[in-house]
C-alpha cells in the first residue's frame, strides 16, 4: 500500500496559484482585536504604524478616533493624516473619512479607526467596512480596530452576557478573511483602573460605564470570547497553511479528534466514547465516513443515517470521502485536516477477502499513522474463542437472479460457438475468446455474476475443449497449470473490473452531486426575490430527489404562512400546521420517517440560518434517505436554508430602511405642514377676530379683509400641493394632451400671481411664430405657477423674472429665470426631492412645489433641469416633445 503519494491535485493546484494571484493584488489587512473599549487598540495601532514609518513605509491616518486621550494624541501628531471629509446631517456638520482622498493620496498603509463604525447618510457606503474593502480593492494595505461585540456572529452572545445589544457589527467574513490579527488584551483589573484614572472616559462616564457593560465579570467573559476567537483562527490558519504547503502534518498545536464511523450499530457506541473524550481533552471533534465500492443493504443504509445522526447531534463535524483502501483514506483526510487523533473500533467480522489482504487492517493504520495517536475502542460484547474461529462470513452479492442467468446464458452460447471452430483456432485460442467474454461481462454485472461467469467458464473450457475433451481430467502438466491459470485470472480480472466499474460510478455520483450544488448555488444567487428563490428550490429538489415540498415561512413575526408552488401541495391541515410550528420552535426535525409525530405523511424540516429561523419545509418522502443520499440533501438544505435566510433578512432591512424613511418623511411632512398652516391660519384668526370684536375705518377693514385673502390663497396652494403630490404617488395623474397657446399659458400664471409679482419685473419673451403646442394645459399651469413662484421666493426685489418660450424640432421649450443668490452645486441634483429645502433660504414652503412640477412635466414625457446663470440666479428649462403644429389653427 502506497500511503506517500504525495502528487499535488491539478485543479487544487491551478485553484491555489489563482488565489494567491487575486490575493497579490489586493491590499492587506490587519486588525488590532480587542475584548472592548480601552484595551488599548488604538495605541497599539499607531505605534506600530510609528514603527512602519521609521522603516520607511509610506503611511497615512484615514481616520482615528482619539476620544481625547493625551497618549493617543501624542501618537496622532508623528502621522500625516488626510484631511476628514465634512458633511451636513439634519442641519449638523460631521466629520468623516474621505474615502476618495485616500484613494488619491494611494499610500502603502492606511490607518482606519473603528471598522464597525455606520457612515453619516450621504456617504458613498453606509459602513466603514465597506469603505475598507474598496481601500483594499485598490491595492492599499490597512490598519483598523475591532471588539469582539462587533462581530456579527457573536452579537447575541454578546447581547446576553452584557444585557446591551450591539447596533454597529461587521460580517464575521472580514474578521476571518484579514491577513493578520493582532490580539491586544490585558487584564480585567487593570483594565478597570484605567477606567478610574479617566484613562477610557472622563470620570462621569467612566463610573456610568462601569456600572452598566464594563462589569468585571462582562470583562472576563468577553475577553474569554475573544481569546477563543483568535485560538481558532490560529487554528485554522495552521490547517489552511499545511493545506497549502502540502505538509503531511499533524502538528500537534491542539487536539482534534477523527472519528471513523460506518453502518455498524457499534459506531453509535464509537461517537459517544469519542465526544466524551473529546470534551474531556477540550479537542474538536470529526466524524468521517468513507463511501466504498462495496453497496449497502437497507438495513445498513438505516444504521449508518442514526451514527451520522448521532454524531451531528454531538456537534461534530461531519465529513464524506470515497475510496476502497479505508486505510488511506482514513490517513489522508487526518492529514489534511491536522488530526491528532483517530478513533476507530475493533473489527468485529472476517469475510473472505480478509484472508487475502496483506495484514490487518489496525495494524495498517497504526503502521502508517505516523505521529497520530490510533485509539482502537473494544466492543462490549463478551466474544469466546469459539465465535472467533466461526465468525467467518462471505461477501454479500447483491445482484439480482437475472443476471446470474445472462452470465452463465452469456458463457453458454460463447461457448457452443466456440465448440463448432475449435478444431481450427485450437483450444488456447478458445480460453482467450472466454476470458475476454468474462472481462466484457465485469463491464456491467455484480461481483456474483462475475464469479459464476468465471468459474463456469473455467470448467466448460476444461470439459469441452482441454483434451481429452468431454472429461474433467486434464492429460498435460502444461495443460493444468493452464486450467488453473485461466480460472485465476478470468477471476480476478472478473472481479477487478466490476470494482473499477463500481469506483467509477461512485466517483461520478459524487461528481453529480457537486456540480448539482454548484448550479443550486449559482441559481439561488441570481433569484431576485423570495418567489424565484422558492421557485428554484422546490425545483432543483424535484430534479435531483424526485420530491414535492412546501415551504413554510415566517412573516417576520414568528409567525407561519404556507409558500408552495405547487397547487396540488398548497393545503396543509391544521395538525400539520400545527407539526410545523413545532419544529419550527424547536428547531428538530419531525414527521414522517423520525422519531416525532412519525403518523404524519409529510416530514418537517427547519429552514436554520446563522441568524434566523426563516421557516420550515415540509417534504413527501417516498422511502426515507440514507447514507450519501442524507448527506447531499442536508447539504442542499442547507443552502436552500442560507439563501432564503439571507434574502428575508434583506426584506427586513428594506423594509426597515422603508420604515425609518417613512418616519423620516412623516416628521419632516408634518413639521413643514404644521408651520405653514399655522401662519394663515393665525393671520386669518387675528384678522377676523380683530374685524368682528372692533370697529375700524373702511381702509382698516379692507386691510385686514385682504390680509384673510392673502392667508386663505396660501392655505389653498398648500392644500393643492398637497393633493397634487398625492395624485402623483397614486400614479392616478393622466394628462389630457390638446392644443394649446403658450401667450394663454403664461398670461393666465402671471395674473394669478399678480400680487407676488408686483415688485419684480415680468419678461415674457415669445417668438412671433411661436406655434400652438400640444400639451396638458392645467399640469403646465400648475408647472409655471410653482416655478415663477419660487423666484419670486428667491429673487432680490425689483429685479428681472423672465420667462422664455420657443418651439424647436418638434420640442416645446419653457425656461424660467431669476436673478436670485443660485443654487450650491450639491443641491442641483437634490432641489426636485420631495421636501428638500435649500440650506440657508428663508422660513415657507413645503418643499413640494419644484417635486411637483418635476412630476406633471414627466407625466407630459418631458424633462425639467435646473442650472445656475453665468451672473447670478437660477434657470429652469422644461422641454416636452409635441407634435407637428398645424397651421390652420394659429389663424
Known amino acids: 500500500m502506497d500511503l506517500t503519494d504525495d502528487r499535488p491535485n491539478p485543479d487544487e493546484l491551478l485553484a491555489s496559484l489563482k488565489f494567491e494571484e487575486e490575493k497579490s493584488k489586493r491590499g492587506k489587512l490587519k486588525i488590532f482585536f480587542g475584548m472592548c473599549a480601552g484595551v488599548g487598540k488604538t495605541y497599539s495601532m499607531l505605534r506600530t504604524a510609528l514603527a512602519d514609518k521609521a522603516k520607511g513605509i509610506d503611511i497615512v491616518i484615514g481616520y482615528v478616533e482619539p476620544h481625547s486621550r493625551r497618549e493617543t494624541l501624542a501618537l496622532i501628531e508623528g502621522l500625516e493624516q488626510v484631511e476628514r471629509k465634512l458633511i451636513s446631517y439634519k442641519g449638523t456638520t460631521l466629520p468623516e473619512m474621505d474615502l476618495d482622498g485616500i484613494l488619491k493620496r494611494k499610500p502603502q498603509i492606511a490607518i482606519v479607526d473603528e471598522l464597525a463604525h455606520s457612515n453619516v447618510p450621504g456617504c458613498r457606503h453606509n459602513k466603514r467596512y465597506q469603505d475598507v474593502q474598496e481601500i483594499l480593492d485598490n491595492g492599499i494595505n490597512v490598519f483598523t480596530t475591532v471588539n469582539v461585540q462587533h462581530l456579527e456572529s ?130 474538536s471533534l470529526t466524524a468521517l465516513y468513507i ?91 463478551a466474544i469466546n474463542d469459539r465465535h472467533i474461529r466461526h465468525n467467518l462470513s462471505f461477501p454479500v452479492f447483491t445482484s439480482g437472479a437475472l443476471q446470474y442467468i445472462l452470465a452463465a446464458v452469456i458463457v453458454i452460447l460463447c461457448s457452443v460457438v466456440c465448440f463448432y471452430f475449435a478444431e481450427h483456432i485450437g483450444y488456447l485460442a478458445v480460453s482467450f475468446i472466454l476470458l475476454f467474454g468474462v472481462s466484457i461481462l465485469a463491464t456491467f454485472m455484480g461481483i456474483g455474476p462475475i464469479l459464476l461467469a468465471s468459474s463456469l467458464s473455467a470448467f466448460v473450457w476444461n470439459f469441452f475443449f482441454i483434451p481429452p475433451r468431454f472429461t474433467f481430467h486434464i492429460g498435460k502438466a502444461e495443460d493444468t497449470l493452464m486450467f488453473g491459470m485461466f480460472f485465476i485470472i478470468a477471476m480476478v480480472n472478473g472481479v477487478l473490473t466490476s470494482r473499477v466499474r463500481r469506483q467509477e460510478k461512485l466517483t461520478r455520483d459524487r461528481e453529480e452531486r457537486t456540480n448539482a450544488l454548484y448550479q443550486l448555488t449559482k441559481e439561488l444567487a441570481d433569484a431576485e426575490n423570495m418567489e424565484e428563490l422558492i421557485e428554484i428550490a422546490v ?50 426535525r419531525a414527521g414522517k420517517y423520525t422519531d416525532t409525530l412519525p403518523s404524519n405523511k409529510f416530514t418537517f424540516y427547519p429552514l436554520l440560518g446563522n441568524r434566523i429561523k426563516p421557516g420550515v419545509m415540509a417534504v413527501k418522502h417516498l422511502s426515507p434517505l440514507h447514507g450519501e443520499n442524507e448527506e447531499f440533501w442536508n447539504t442542499f438544505l442547507t443552502q436552500i436554508s442560507n439563501t432564503v435566510e439571507r434574502d428575508f433578512l434583506d426584506e427586513l432591512a428594506r423594509k426597515a430602511r422603508f420604515l425609518d424613511e417613512s418616519d423620516k418623511l412623516y416628521k419632516t411632512l408634518f413639521n413643514s405642514i404644521s408651520h405653514e398652516l399655522r401662519i394663515p391660519v393665525t393671520t386669518i384668526m387675528g384678522a377676523s377676530d380683530s374685524l ?39 400614479g392616478r395623474i393622466t394628462p389630457r394632451i390638446d392644443w394649446c397657446d403658450i401667450h394663454d399659458l403664461i398670461n393666465k400664471v402671471t ?141
Not at 834 to 860: C, D, M, N, P, Y
Request: net charge neutral; hydrophobic share 40%.
Open 291 to 381: 463511501e466504498t465500492s462495496k453497496p449497502l443493504n437497507a438495513d445498513q443504509k438505516e444504521q449508518l443515517s442514526k451514527n451520522l445522526n448521532l454524531a451531528r447531534q454531538f456537534g461534530a463535524e461531519i465529513m464524506t470521502t470515497s475510496g476502497d483502501d479505508i486505510v488511506k483514506a482514513i490517513l489522508s483526510v487526518a492529514r489534511k485536516e491536522n488530526i491528532t487523533h483517530i478513533i476507530i473500533g475493533k473489527p468485529q467480522r472476517r469475510n473472505i477477502y480478509s484472508l487475502f489482504t496483506l495484514g490487518n487492517f489496525v495494524q495498517k493504520l497504526i503502521r502508517y499513522s505516523g505521529n497520530i495517536d490510533v485509539y482502537v475502542l473494544g466492543s462490549d460484547t
Open 154 to 283: 457573536r452579537n447575541d452572545t454578546v447581547a446576553q452576557i452584557t444585557g446591551i445589544t450591539i447596533r454597529e457589527t461587521i460580517p464575521d467574513e472580514i474578521f476571518e478573511t484579514a491577513d493578520e490579527v493582532e490580539l491586544v488584551d490585558i487584564t480585567p483589573e487593570e483594565l478597570l483602573e484605567r477606567f478610574a484614572e479617566g484613562k477610557v472616559y472622563t470620570p462621569d462616564r467612566s463610573k456610568e460605564a462601569v456600572r452598566n457593560f464594563f462589569r468585571k465579570g462582562n470583562i472576563t467573559a468577553l475577553r474569554e470570547m475573544s481569546l477563543r476567537i483568535v485560538a481558532d483562527r490560529v487554528d485554522k490558519q495552521l490547517r489552511i497553511y499545511m493545506q497549502q504547503k502540502r505538509i503531511p502534518g499533524p502538528w500537534k498545536s491542539g487536539m482534534h479528534l477523527l472519528a471513523v464511523i460506518g453502518p455498524s450499530p457499534h459506531s453509535a457506541r464509537l461517537v459517544r466514547w469519542a465526544k466524551n473524550i473529546s470534551y474531556t481533552m477540550g479537542a
Open 692 to 730: 368682528l370684536t372692533s370697529q375700524h375705518p373702511h381702509e382698516i377693514r379692507d386691510e385686514l379683509c385682504n390680509e384673510i385673502y392673502k392667508a386663505s390663497r396660501r392655505l389653498n396652494r398648500l392644500i393643492e400641493n398637497l393633493l397634487n403630490m398625492s395624485r402623483l404617488e397614486s
Open 539 to 588: 425545483n432543483d429538489i424535484k430534479k435531483h430527489f424526485g420530491l414535492d415540498v412546501i415551504f413554510i415561512l415566517q412573516d417576520g413575526n414568528n409567525q407561519l404562512s404556507e409558500y408552495s408552488r405547487n397547487p396540488e401541495l398548497k393545503i396543509l391541515t391544521e395538525k400539520e400546521m400545527s407539526v410545523a410550528e413545532w419544529v419550527f420552535k424547536h428547531s428538530r
Open 751 to 891: 395674473e394669478s400671481l399678480q400680487d407676488e409679482l408686483k415688485q419684480f419685473k415680468m419678461l415674457v419673451v415669445i417668438p412671433d411664430d411661436m406655434p400652438f403646442v400640444k400639451i396638458d394645459f392645467g399640469l403646465m399651469e400648475q408647472v409655471l405657477y410653482n416655478l415663477i413662484f419660487n423666484a419670486t421666493q428667491h429673487a432680490p426685489p425689483l429685479s428681472n423674472i423672465r420667462v422664455k418660450a420657443f418651439y424647436d424640432n418638434r420640442i416645446m421649450t419653457l425656461q424660467v429665470m431669476d436673478r436670485g443668490p443660485g443654487l450650491p452645486e450639491n443641491e442641483l441634483s437634490l432641489i426636485f426631492n420631495k421636501f428638500h429645502r435649500v440650506e440657508g433660504s428663508k422660513a415657507g414652503g413645503t418643499g413640494l412645489g419644484l417635486s411637483i412640477a418635476k412630476g406633471f412635466v414627466e407625466a407630459q414625457k418631458g424633462t425639467i433641469i435646473v442650472e445656475n446663470r453665468q451672473n447670478g440666479g437660477a434657470i429652469f428649462t422644461i422641454k416636452i416633445p409635441t407634435e407637428i403644429p398645424k397651421v390652420d389653427l394659429k389663424g
